[in-house]
């Protein structure tokens, strides 16, 4: 009897310590994954002439800063530069510059939670979707209806397909490092700094976290499905060496679109050289891209 009665003393401190182990990592994963959407505000340099800065209001109440270069006329096509997590406008002012340059009227934003918009947390695109929409209403309004095409950069491309009525109606995209589905991004992210086997026990302490933040299911964070609804041409960009959004992934977010596609796979540079590209190659590709889908500026 008093054996037994050890051991099942024994046992309950062991479901004990089991219970406790499991409740501290849930915390720690909560307190990580609030971290990881905490948004934040970051300087970006005031626009010089005839580039100008203003602000747009969303939908849902946000104030989203941004800042728009006139292009060769008042209704050339245009261009909207959506920048990836963390970033600002800041990041794509040089592309913008260039665009510019040639003709085309361009329009950088900061999403909530970047750059000068309002502080709010972050979504993976989820509500971000509502700064890409009045920002493409804002240019297109502008250029009188004008073709309008999107560079979506990482977090730009996921705001650009996750939309509540679906992808922003743009005329062409630009699909650059767009994560496939958040599972992936958040296992692949994990996987470089822990290696794969703590990274596909930790991953869905994350990525079901979108339940009790955002009111959705993980599978609703996925790009890579939103995309097969979007009827105009496409061209993904990706990179051979992006460990953040391997090949395959952008092979397959490429397969996805319905439409005219292209897929491009730089063979050098790790995800954040790709989101930041802005070299003669590059250019060339997206220049070319445009000329085929929105036409010459």
């Known amino acids: 009897m008093v054996g037994q009665k050890g051991d099942q003393l024994g046992t309950r401190a062991i479901l004990g310590a089991i219970g406790l182990f499991g409740l501290i990592s849930l915390a720690l994963c909560w307190i990580a994954g609030s971290l990881l959407v905490r948004g934040s505000v970051s300087p970006v340099r005031a626009a010089a002439p005839p580039a100008r800065d203003l602000f747009l209001e969303t939908a849902d109440g946000v104030r989203i800063a941004a800042t728009y270069r006139p292009g060769r006329t008042g209704a050339s096509p245009a261009i909207l530069l959506l920048h990836g997590v963390g970033a600002s406008r800041e990041a794509t002012a040089a592309n913008a510059a260039w665009l510019s340059q040639r003709g ?56 650009t397909l996750l939309g509540a009525q679906g992808p922003v109606p743009a005329d062409a ?111 060339d590709h997206v220049g070319d891209f445009l000329r085929r889908t929105i036409g010459p500026a």
């Open 173 to 283: 995209l630009i699909l650059q490092a767009v994560y496939p589905d958040i599972r992936h991004a958040i296992r692949n992210r994990l996987a470089e700094r822990l290696t794969a086997g703590p990274a596909w026990l930790l991953e869905p302490l994350l990525s079901y976290q979108s339940l009790p933040r955002y009111g959705v299911w993980p599978s609703r964070l996925s790009p890579r499905d939103a995309l097969k609804q979007y009827r105009g041409p496409v061209f993904v960009i990706g990179g051979e060496e992006d460990r953040s959004t391997p090949p395959d992934e952008s092979r397959h977010m490429a397969a996805a679109a319905s439409g005219l596609r292209a897929l491009w796979l730089v063979p050098h540079g790790d995800h954040a050289a790709i989101c930041n590209l802005r070299d003669l190659d590059y250019r």
């Open 104 to 159: 085309y009227a361009t329009l950088a934003i900061d999403f909530r939670g970047h750059g000068g918009s309002t502080v709010a947390a972050r979504s993976f695109g989820l509500r971000e979707a509502a700064d890409a929409r009045v920002a493409l209403d804002w240019l297109k309004h502008a250029q009188k209806g004008a073709p309008v095409a999107i560079i979506g950069i990482s977090l730009g491309g996921a705001a």
